[in-house]
């Protein structure tokens, strides 16, 4: 039985790196070259509707039928240039991941390449098998995918994606593109309203991403040879190898041959791509490792991160390694995260969260500073709901991973300038004064420039010109936690902007309005401030104490969305209607019970099919044994012990599998999906997973390492 294991074993001691070799000295001579950019648009269409484009794109305009005809024409000949027959709507449905089906250019009717502009503009893909949360069953059987010109077109293979929205045909977002797209206009307006207090020029404000991926890498032959990896891309089973990540080595260390050879030609893909892939290196858990992009636009930075996943699974398959982005593949140890680094940057090129050596830019900054600390006070529970996923249950709150508490860290020179500001509360400004000299914050930017300190337990932290959003999970569209945190800060700023014309109105001046409004929020929000260990079962008290939410659990945490507060929140700002909004967290409902029900079965099916009776047989010739020792009049006291030990935990193993089956049964006649979903949380992942699990990890502990049928941990990581 353990045939699988010692074959995939036999094959890993056989693999050798597979030489990957740059396509040239320098990147930038093919950085891009398979992307239909603003620069091939430019140099293909006639400047009148390279104009038309941009502006369309800039002010999230309609693009009109004529100009659209022209992209698309232009972009056929380019594409068709490069060898492409087909092209595609590029989309992200709810179900994670991307999706895509392909037309071909040719159409056999007229015997001719053809690309229209309606063809560019919009699809219909046989929509019936996305979920829809009940969206298009109630009413209307269709969707279609709509043209995202924000982000530009790629060649992958021979197909020309196109990026698109997916919508229902009565208008319903059914994707994770739409309402992230409708969230970064809503913050660029709000922004805008702000930043004209301090400066007329600006007229646009860009919401910036970093999406910093990490991942685990293993061997395809030894992946193949875990069903639970396969089927549930996580292990359910699997002892803590002897050494795990507490020699600490792995971090930053040299990188294993195999996977040097793989990230070199993933990221060869990924800039021909126009994927601004920048940094490499190792995480802190063995085979662990992390691939950090130059941070550009938000839509277009989430595009890029989902391409780039899939270009990373592709590109494994060459090099015999199957890459994992699950939040927690192996118990234990660290888990994989997607640090979402994100910026408001103005079409004046000022990054918004960066200190400056001017003090009235310096006001500027501190407004959305401290602004965005406030929305994440306000709206905590969102923000811990837009990172809810299956996997980053495993993930959140175990303690080397940003806890379920959301808190925002700023570092202590921040810390001193926010609490200087709040105490010279009943500073008088007189006129002439140098309100900024007298508040202290005209020094920001040496005190944060001499030292940022960082603080890795954080789960949203500043980090001196950003804040990093790290709590979302390894394998998520960062566009659920990009359309939650964008949308809230929009909704605060809108309120500072109204706080502030309020004062302003009232005769106060507008500096001193500004400051007065700022020292409110300071007060009003530092409970979500947390400059501690976020690990610890101090910070757990603590935050109690404060009333601060700890959700552990996808589903509990998703109710934040549909309370009033939220779902008005989404309306208000055009981002979801509340039915949008609702069919969302049914879609999210129905996915987690499926993955909760995949594992249940994978788990149920191994321990019983596999794990049992190899323990069995293991126990069988221990009884072989005992007795043979006894007939010799020989001591058999220990053999006997471990034959006992075996048998419990087969028992274990039964008793648990039989009922959590018969749960299983119970909670799927339950109609409500809340209800079932929490039935599948509390009732029989808190409650038989674990269970299972250890008895099962103990009887790998017993079990002759020869009868073993799953691939060990120690074997999974540390081969290379
Ligand atoms: P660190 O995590 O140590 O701060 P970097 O400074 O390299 O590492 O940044 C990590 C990520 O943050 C990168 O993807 C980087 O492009 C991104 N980043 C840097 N500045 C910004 C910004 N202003 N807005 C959004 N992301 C940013
Ligand atoms: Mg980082």
Not at 96 to 123: C, M, N, P, R, Y
Not at 189 to 211: E, R
Not at 224 to 234: E, I, K, T, W
Not at 686 to 704: G, H, N, P, S, T
Request: proline share 4%; with cysteine.
């Amino acid at each position: 039985m353990a045939h699988l294991r010692f074959d995939a074993l036999k094959k890993l001691s056989e693999r050798t790196p597979v030489h990957v070799d740059m396509p040239g000295p320098n990147v930038s001579k093919f950085y891009g070259e398979l992307v239909f950019g603003s620069e091939q648009m430019r140099g293909t269409l006639a400047p009148a509707v390279f104009k038309k484009v941009s502006q369309a794109i800039k002010n999230h305009e309609k693009i009109d039928e004529a100009t659209a005809d022209a992209v698309a024409s232009a972009a056929k000949s380019w594409a068709m240039a490069k060898g492409a027959s087909h092209f595609t709507h590029w989309f992200q449905p709810m179900t994670g991941g991307t999706a895509e089906k392909h037309d071909s250019f040719f159409d056999a009717l007229s015997g001719i390449e053809k690309f229209k502009g309606s063809e560019l503009v919009q699809q219909e893909p046989d929509a019936s098998s996305f979920p829809s949360g009940g969206i298009r069953s109630t009413f209307e059987a269709r969707g279609y995918t709509a043209w995202d010109p924000t982000s530009p077109m790629f060649l992958y293979g021979t197909t020309l994606c196109i990026p698109t929205v997916f919508v229902s045909y009565t208008g319903e977002t059914l994707d994770a593109k739409a309402p992230l797209l409708k969230a970064l206009k809503a913050v660029d307006l709000a922004a805008v309203k702000v930043c004209q207090l301090f400066d007329k020029d600006i007229q646009h404000v860009v919401a910036s991403l970093g999406a910093e991926q990490e991942y685990f890498v293993v061997d395809k032959a030894l992946f193949d040879a875990r069903p639970d990896l396969v089927m549930a891309g996580r292990s359910v089973f699997g002892h803590a190898p002897a050494r795990g990540q507490q020699m600490e080595d792995h971090y930053f260390g040299s990188i294993p041959p195999r996977v040097y050879e793989f990230m070199k030609d993933f990221e060869i893909e990924a800039w021909k791509l126009g994927i601004p892939v920048r940094t490499r290196h190792n995480e802190v858990a063995p085979s662990q490792f992390e691939v950090a992009p130059l941070f550009e636009e938000v839509n277009v930075a989430n595009d890029h991160n989902q391409l780039m996943m899939d270009v990373m699974m592709r590109v494994g398959e060459k090099h015999n390694l199957k890459i994992i982005f699950h939040e927690k593949p192996f118990a234990g140890l660290n888990g994989s995260g997607k640090h979402n680094n994100w910026s408001l940057i103005t079409d004046t090129g000022v990054n918004l969260y960066a200190p400056t050596s001017s003090a009235r830019d310096n006001l500027m900054f501190l407004t959305f500073f401290i602004t965005t600390i406030k929305a994440v006070h306000e709206h905590a529970d969102l923000l811990r709901a837009s990172i809810a996923t299956p996997g980053n249950d495993f993930r959140l709150g175990a303690n080397e991973a940003p806890p379920a508490i959301m808190s925002v860290f700023i570092g202590s020179q921040m810390t001193a300038v926010l609490d200087e500001l709040e105490k010279k509360g009943n500073v008088k400004i007189e006129k002439g004064d140098n309100m900024y000299m007298k508040l202290g914050i005209d020094q920001i930017p040496e005190i944060i420039l001499d030292a940022t300190d960082r603080n890795r337990t954080s789960p949203f932290a500043f980090t001196g010109n950003k804040f990093e959003f790290r709590a979302v999970g390894g394998s998520d569209n960062c566009g659920t936690a990009m359309t939650a945190l964008n949308t809230i800060v929009a909704d605060q700023l809108e309120k500072f902007f109204e706080a502030v014309s309020k004062e302003i109105e009232k005769g106060e001046e507008k500096r001193l309005a500004i400051v007065n409004v700022l020292r409110k929020y300071i007060k009003e929000s530092k409970d979500v401030r947390f400059e501690g260990d976020g690990y610890s079962e101090e910070w757990v008290k603590e935050a109690a104490k404060r009333k601060l939410g700890n959700v552990k659990n996808m589903v509990h945490a998703l109710d934040a969305y549909t309370t009033k507060k939220s779902a008005d929140l989404f309306e208000k700002h055009g981002v979801m209607s509340h039915k949008e909004n609702e069919a969302r967290v049914e879609i999210k409902l129905e996915s987690y019970i499926k993955r909760v029900q995949i594992e249940a079965r994978v788990i149920g099916d191994l321990a019983m099919n596999h794990i049992v009776p190899t323990a069995i047989n293991y126990q069988t010739k221990l009884i072989e044994n005992a007795n043979g020792l006894k007939g010799l009049g020989v001591d058999n006291k220990t053999v006997v012990q471990t034959i006992k030990e075996i048998s419990g935990h087969i028992d274990t193993i039964k008793n648990n599998v039989r009922a959590m089956i018969e749960e299983r049964k119970r909670i799927n006649k339950v109609t409500d999906t809340h209800k079932r979903a929490i039935g599948y949380c509390d009732d029989i992942k808190e409650k038989y997973f674990e269970v299972i699990r250890d008895a099962v990890d103990k009887l790998e502990l017993l079990v002759d390492n020869e009868d073993w049928p799953l691939v060990k941990y120690r074997e999974l990581l540390f081969l290379r």
